[in-house]
């Protein structure tokens, strides 16, 4: 056993403050669930993973899960909510920056303290009602604070699981239980680099419709947890072979057998998932692809825009979102060559109501559509013979940020088209134009839009014009012929007007 770790865990106040109360009350107390887990994950290869993203600790109580979270809530000065009156469910929730006092081993500010009352005759009987054997191991509090060795309470075998790297449910009605156990087995592998065993294999094929049932809060945390791997593809393919994700998103279907014309090698769907793939390449090589320009893309694509998801994590969806429009607009012409006329559009409109079912906010819905609506124009900027400053200002002023995120995509959908399905140094004229379109937007673009000219009020002063869309035009045309050289400060432009 990390004894390092052992003393760690105990070493938080909030541990020490459940154990007090256990104590007072007489109430046996077991830690379950992943911490249990990713102790016994530490004493391997795979690095326990709750120390990077805060810390989130389950506790079964043998009596009243309400009272007793109440209690701990209010020794710990956190934020209590009973989550479920009937089983008997609360969570503390405490921000380690509110307790300074302390070294803590966990890295992120939040630690989530979750109690619910034993379900069934014993502790045994409820780890065997647990979602997946890995999670379905206890440690009693009193063992953990008076004993070196722990005793750890398994009977589905998780231990040999963990140590096999295997994810398996004992009993299949826990998929029934909660549907959603499905989405979060998928992501388990993709965080602890195990594999789903045979039997679950089936079992959520046989029952992957059941998804539905949940709320699109719920599957729009998995499915972003999954993004936020950086090999997210590997396991996004899992969830089509496993026939869980037509049920999230039902369009990829006639995405299957689609063919796409002489410039593509491959049928629509793999083109897709090789555009994930190698948009994931891009990003681990950002600083060998754009050296001037890698420290501003990772933090732009590192920035949350809501909801705990980041810019990256939804130019990933947006990969697969690119062109599901496509299916819908399919046409030959005379000489038999295929064309999809305004299929961005079409694939916006769908991305809009996959965002309305997984309840993402408005900031997200935004970028993600903006990204699929507009994701040809950088391609299309290529094939100009001369791409002005003035049509890379429009761009960006359609866009703004998430045109940054468009460049990238574009690279990836280049190179998945003709068939590399990894990021190489092929398409060199977008990648060219690429990095002259990023450089521009930090360079020229923010300054620009914030720190405009002329103002709309000194143009209708000026002018003596009343406010209206004329207005409008002509700051927009100010700014164009800036981002030309044409002007370049106040004076020019009221020359102009």
């Not at 705990?308 to 038999?336: C, F, Q, R, W, Y």
Request: with cysteine; glycine share 6%; charged share 30%.
């Amino acid at each position: 056993m990390n004894s390092k770790l052992i003393d760690n865990i105990k070493s938080l106040p909030f541990i020490k403050t459940v154990k007090a109360i256990s104590d007072e009350i007489n109430v046996e107390v077991y830690l379950v669930g992943g911490i249990v887990r990713d102790m016994i994950i530490a004493q391997g290869s795979v690095q326990n993973q709750f120390q990077d993203n805060g810390l989130d600790i389950d506790f079964a109580i043998d009596g009243d899960a309400l009272l007793f979270g109440k209690k701990v809530g209010d020794a710990v000065k956190g934020s209590y909510f009973p989550l479920d009156e009937e089983r008997s469910v609360s969570r503390v929730v405490v921000k380690q920056s509110e307790h300074t006092s302390h070294q803590s081993p966990v890295k992120g500010d939040e630690v989530i303290l979750d109690f619910s009352r034993i379900r069934g005759e014993g502790i045994e009987d409820d780890l065997k009602l647990r979602d997946f054997t890995i999670n379905s191991i206890a440690i009693s509090l009193d063992n953990l604070f008076d004993s070196r060795d722990l005793n750890y309470i398994d009977p589905t075998g998780g231990i040999s699981d963990i140590n096999n790297k295997v994810i398996r449910v004992y009993d299949k009605g826990v998929i029934d239980d909660d549907p959603l156990r499905m989405l979060r087995a998928i992501r388990f592998e993709s965080q602890l680099d195990f594999l789903i065993d045979d039997k679950l294999e089936i079992l959520i094929k046989e029952n992957g419709y059941k998804i539905k049932k949940t709320s699109g809060e719920r599957i729009r945390d998995e499915l972003f947890n999954i993004l936020s791997g950086d090999k997210s593809h590997i396991y996004i393919q899992r969830l089509k072979d496993l026939s869980l994700l037509k049920e999230i998103i039902p369009e990829i279907e006639s995405m299957e057998d689609m063919e796409q014309g002489r410039h593509h090698k491959y049928f629509l769907w793999e083109h897709s998932i090789n555009t994930l793939k190698t948009l994931e390449v891009l990003i681990e090589n950002l600083q060998r692809k754009f050296p001037d320009r890698y420290i501003q893309l990772y933090e732009m694509l590192s920035n949350v825009l809501e909801q705990g998801i980041s810019a990256k994590e939804a130019v990933k969806l947006s990969s697969i979102m690119h062109d599901i429009g496509k299916p819908l607009t399919k046409e030959l012409d005379k000489n038999g060559n295929v064309h999809f006329i305004n299929h961005e559009k079409l694939s916006a409109d769908i991305t809009e109501k996959l965002c309305q079912r997984l309840r993402l906010g408005n900031n997200i819905c935004k970028t993600m559509t903006t990204i699929v609506r507009n994701h040809m124009r950088p391609i299309l900027l290529s094939n100009e013979k001369k791409v002005t400053n003035r049509a890379i200002f429009r761009f960006f002023r359609d866009t703004n940020e998430a045109g940054v995120l468009i460049c990238l995509l574009s690279i990836a959908d280049i190179n998945a088209t003709r068939g590399s399905g990894i990021f190489d140094d092929t398409a060199e004229d977008i990648e060219g134009l690429v990095k002259r379109v990023i450089d521009y937007y930090f360079k020229d673009f923010i300054r620009q839009i914030n720190s405009p000219l002329i103002s709309g009020d000194e143009i209708m002063k000026r002018l003596n014009l009343k406010s209206g869309p004329g207005i409008g035009e002509l700051l927009k045309e100010i700014e164009e012929m800036r981002a030309e050289g044409i002007i370049s400060n106040t004076e020019e432009a009221i020359k102009f007007l």
